[in-house]
């Protein structure tokens, strides 16, 4: 794990599985338009919680690109999960700024609720085709310009999947997080 302290706030960039984040107040799942168990994030996240999530989900769906909505975690080792539906590369324009609300709306309601921690995946890169670097300036950038204002969260980790993507973050963070 590489951790940085920025205006006050711990950026934590990891590999490993989202569903997995101990000590975590919120996870953000990838999440697909109807709320549903789906590969990747999705998949990842709705197994491990159990049955529960997707039943507390269904009357929040559909969400638009961009929207984020907030449910408890179920059987994860965390209080809540954040959905947010990113922009299918090539298909929802304008995707950047769809990407952009993903962060900023998740940021959104973890401060809403109080919440001290909350985990992202890398949202769009995998099955909805963002490429990673473009992806990865838009989350850090984003979230970067949050990190004055925030009262409730200290800790935002990154959770991605490989060590590349990892060293991804760490190269572009310096230039992004100022």
Known sequence: ???????????????????????????????????????????????AAGPGLAEECRPYAPISPGQAVITGAHQLPNSHVIHCLGPIYGVDEPAQQYLEECY??????????????????AISTGAFGYPFESATRTALKTVCSLLPQLQHLKRIRFVLFTRADKEEYERLLPELCK
């Not at 919120?26 to 197994?47: C, D, E, T």
């Open 104 to 121: 900023r709306n998740a940021v959104k309601l973890a401060e809403e609720n109080a919440l001290g921690s909350i985990a992202f995946p």
């Open 1 to 47: 794990m590489s951790s940085y302290e920025i205006h006050g706030i711990q950026i934590e960039i990891v590999v490993g599985d989202i569903a997995a984040q101990d000590g975590i107040d919120a996870v953000v799942n990838a999440a697909n338009a109807q709320l549903l168990i789906g590969g990747g994030v999705a998949g990842a996240l709705h197994r």
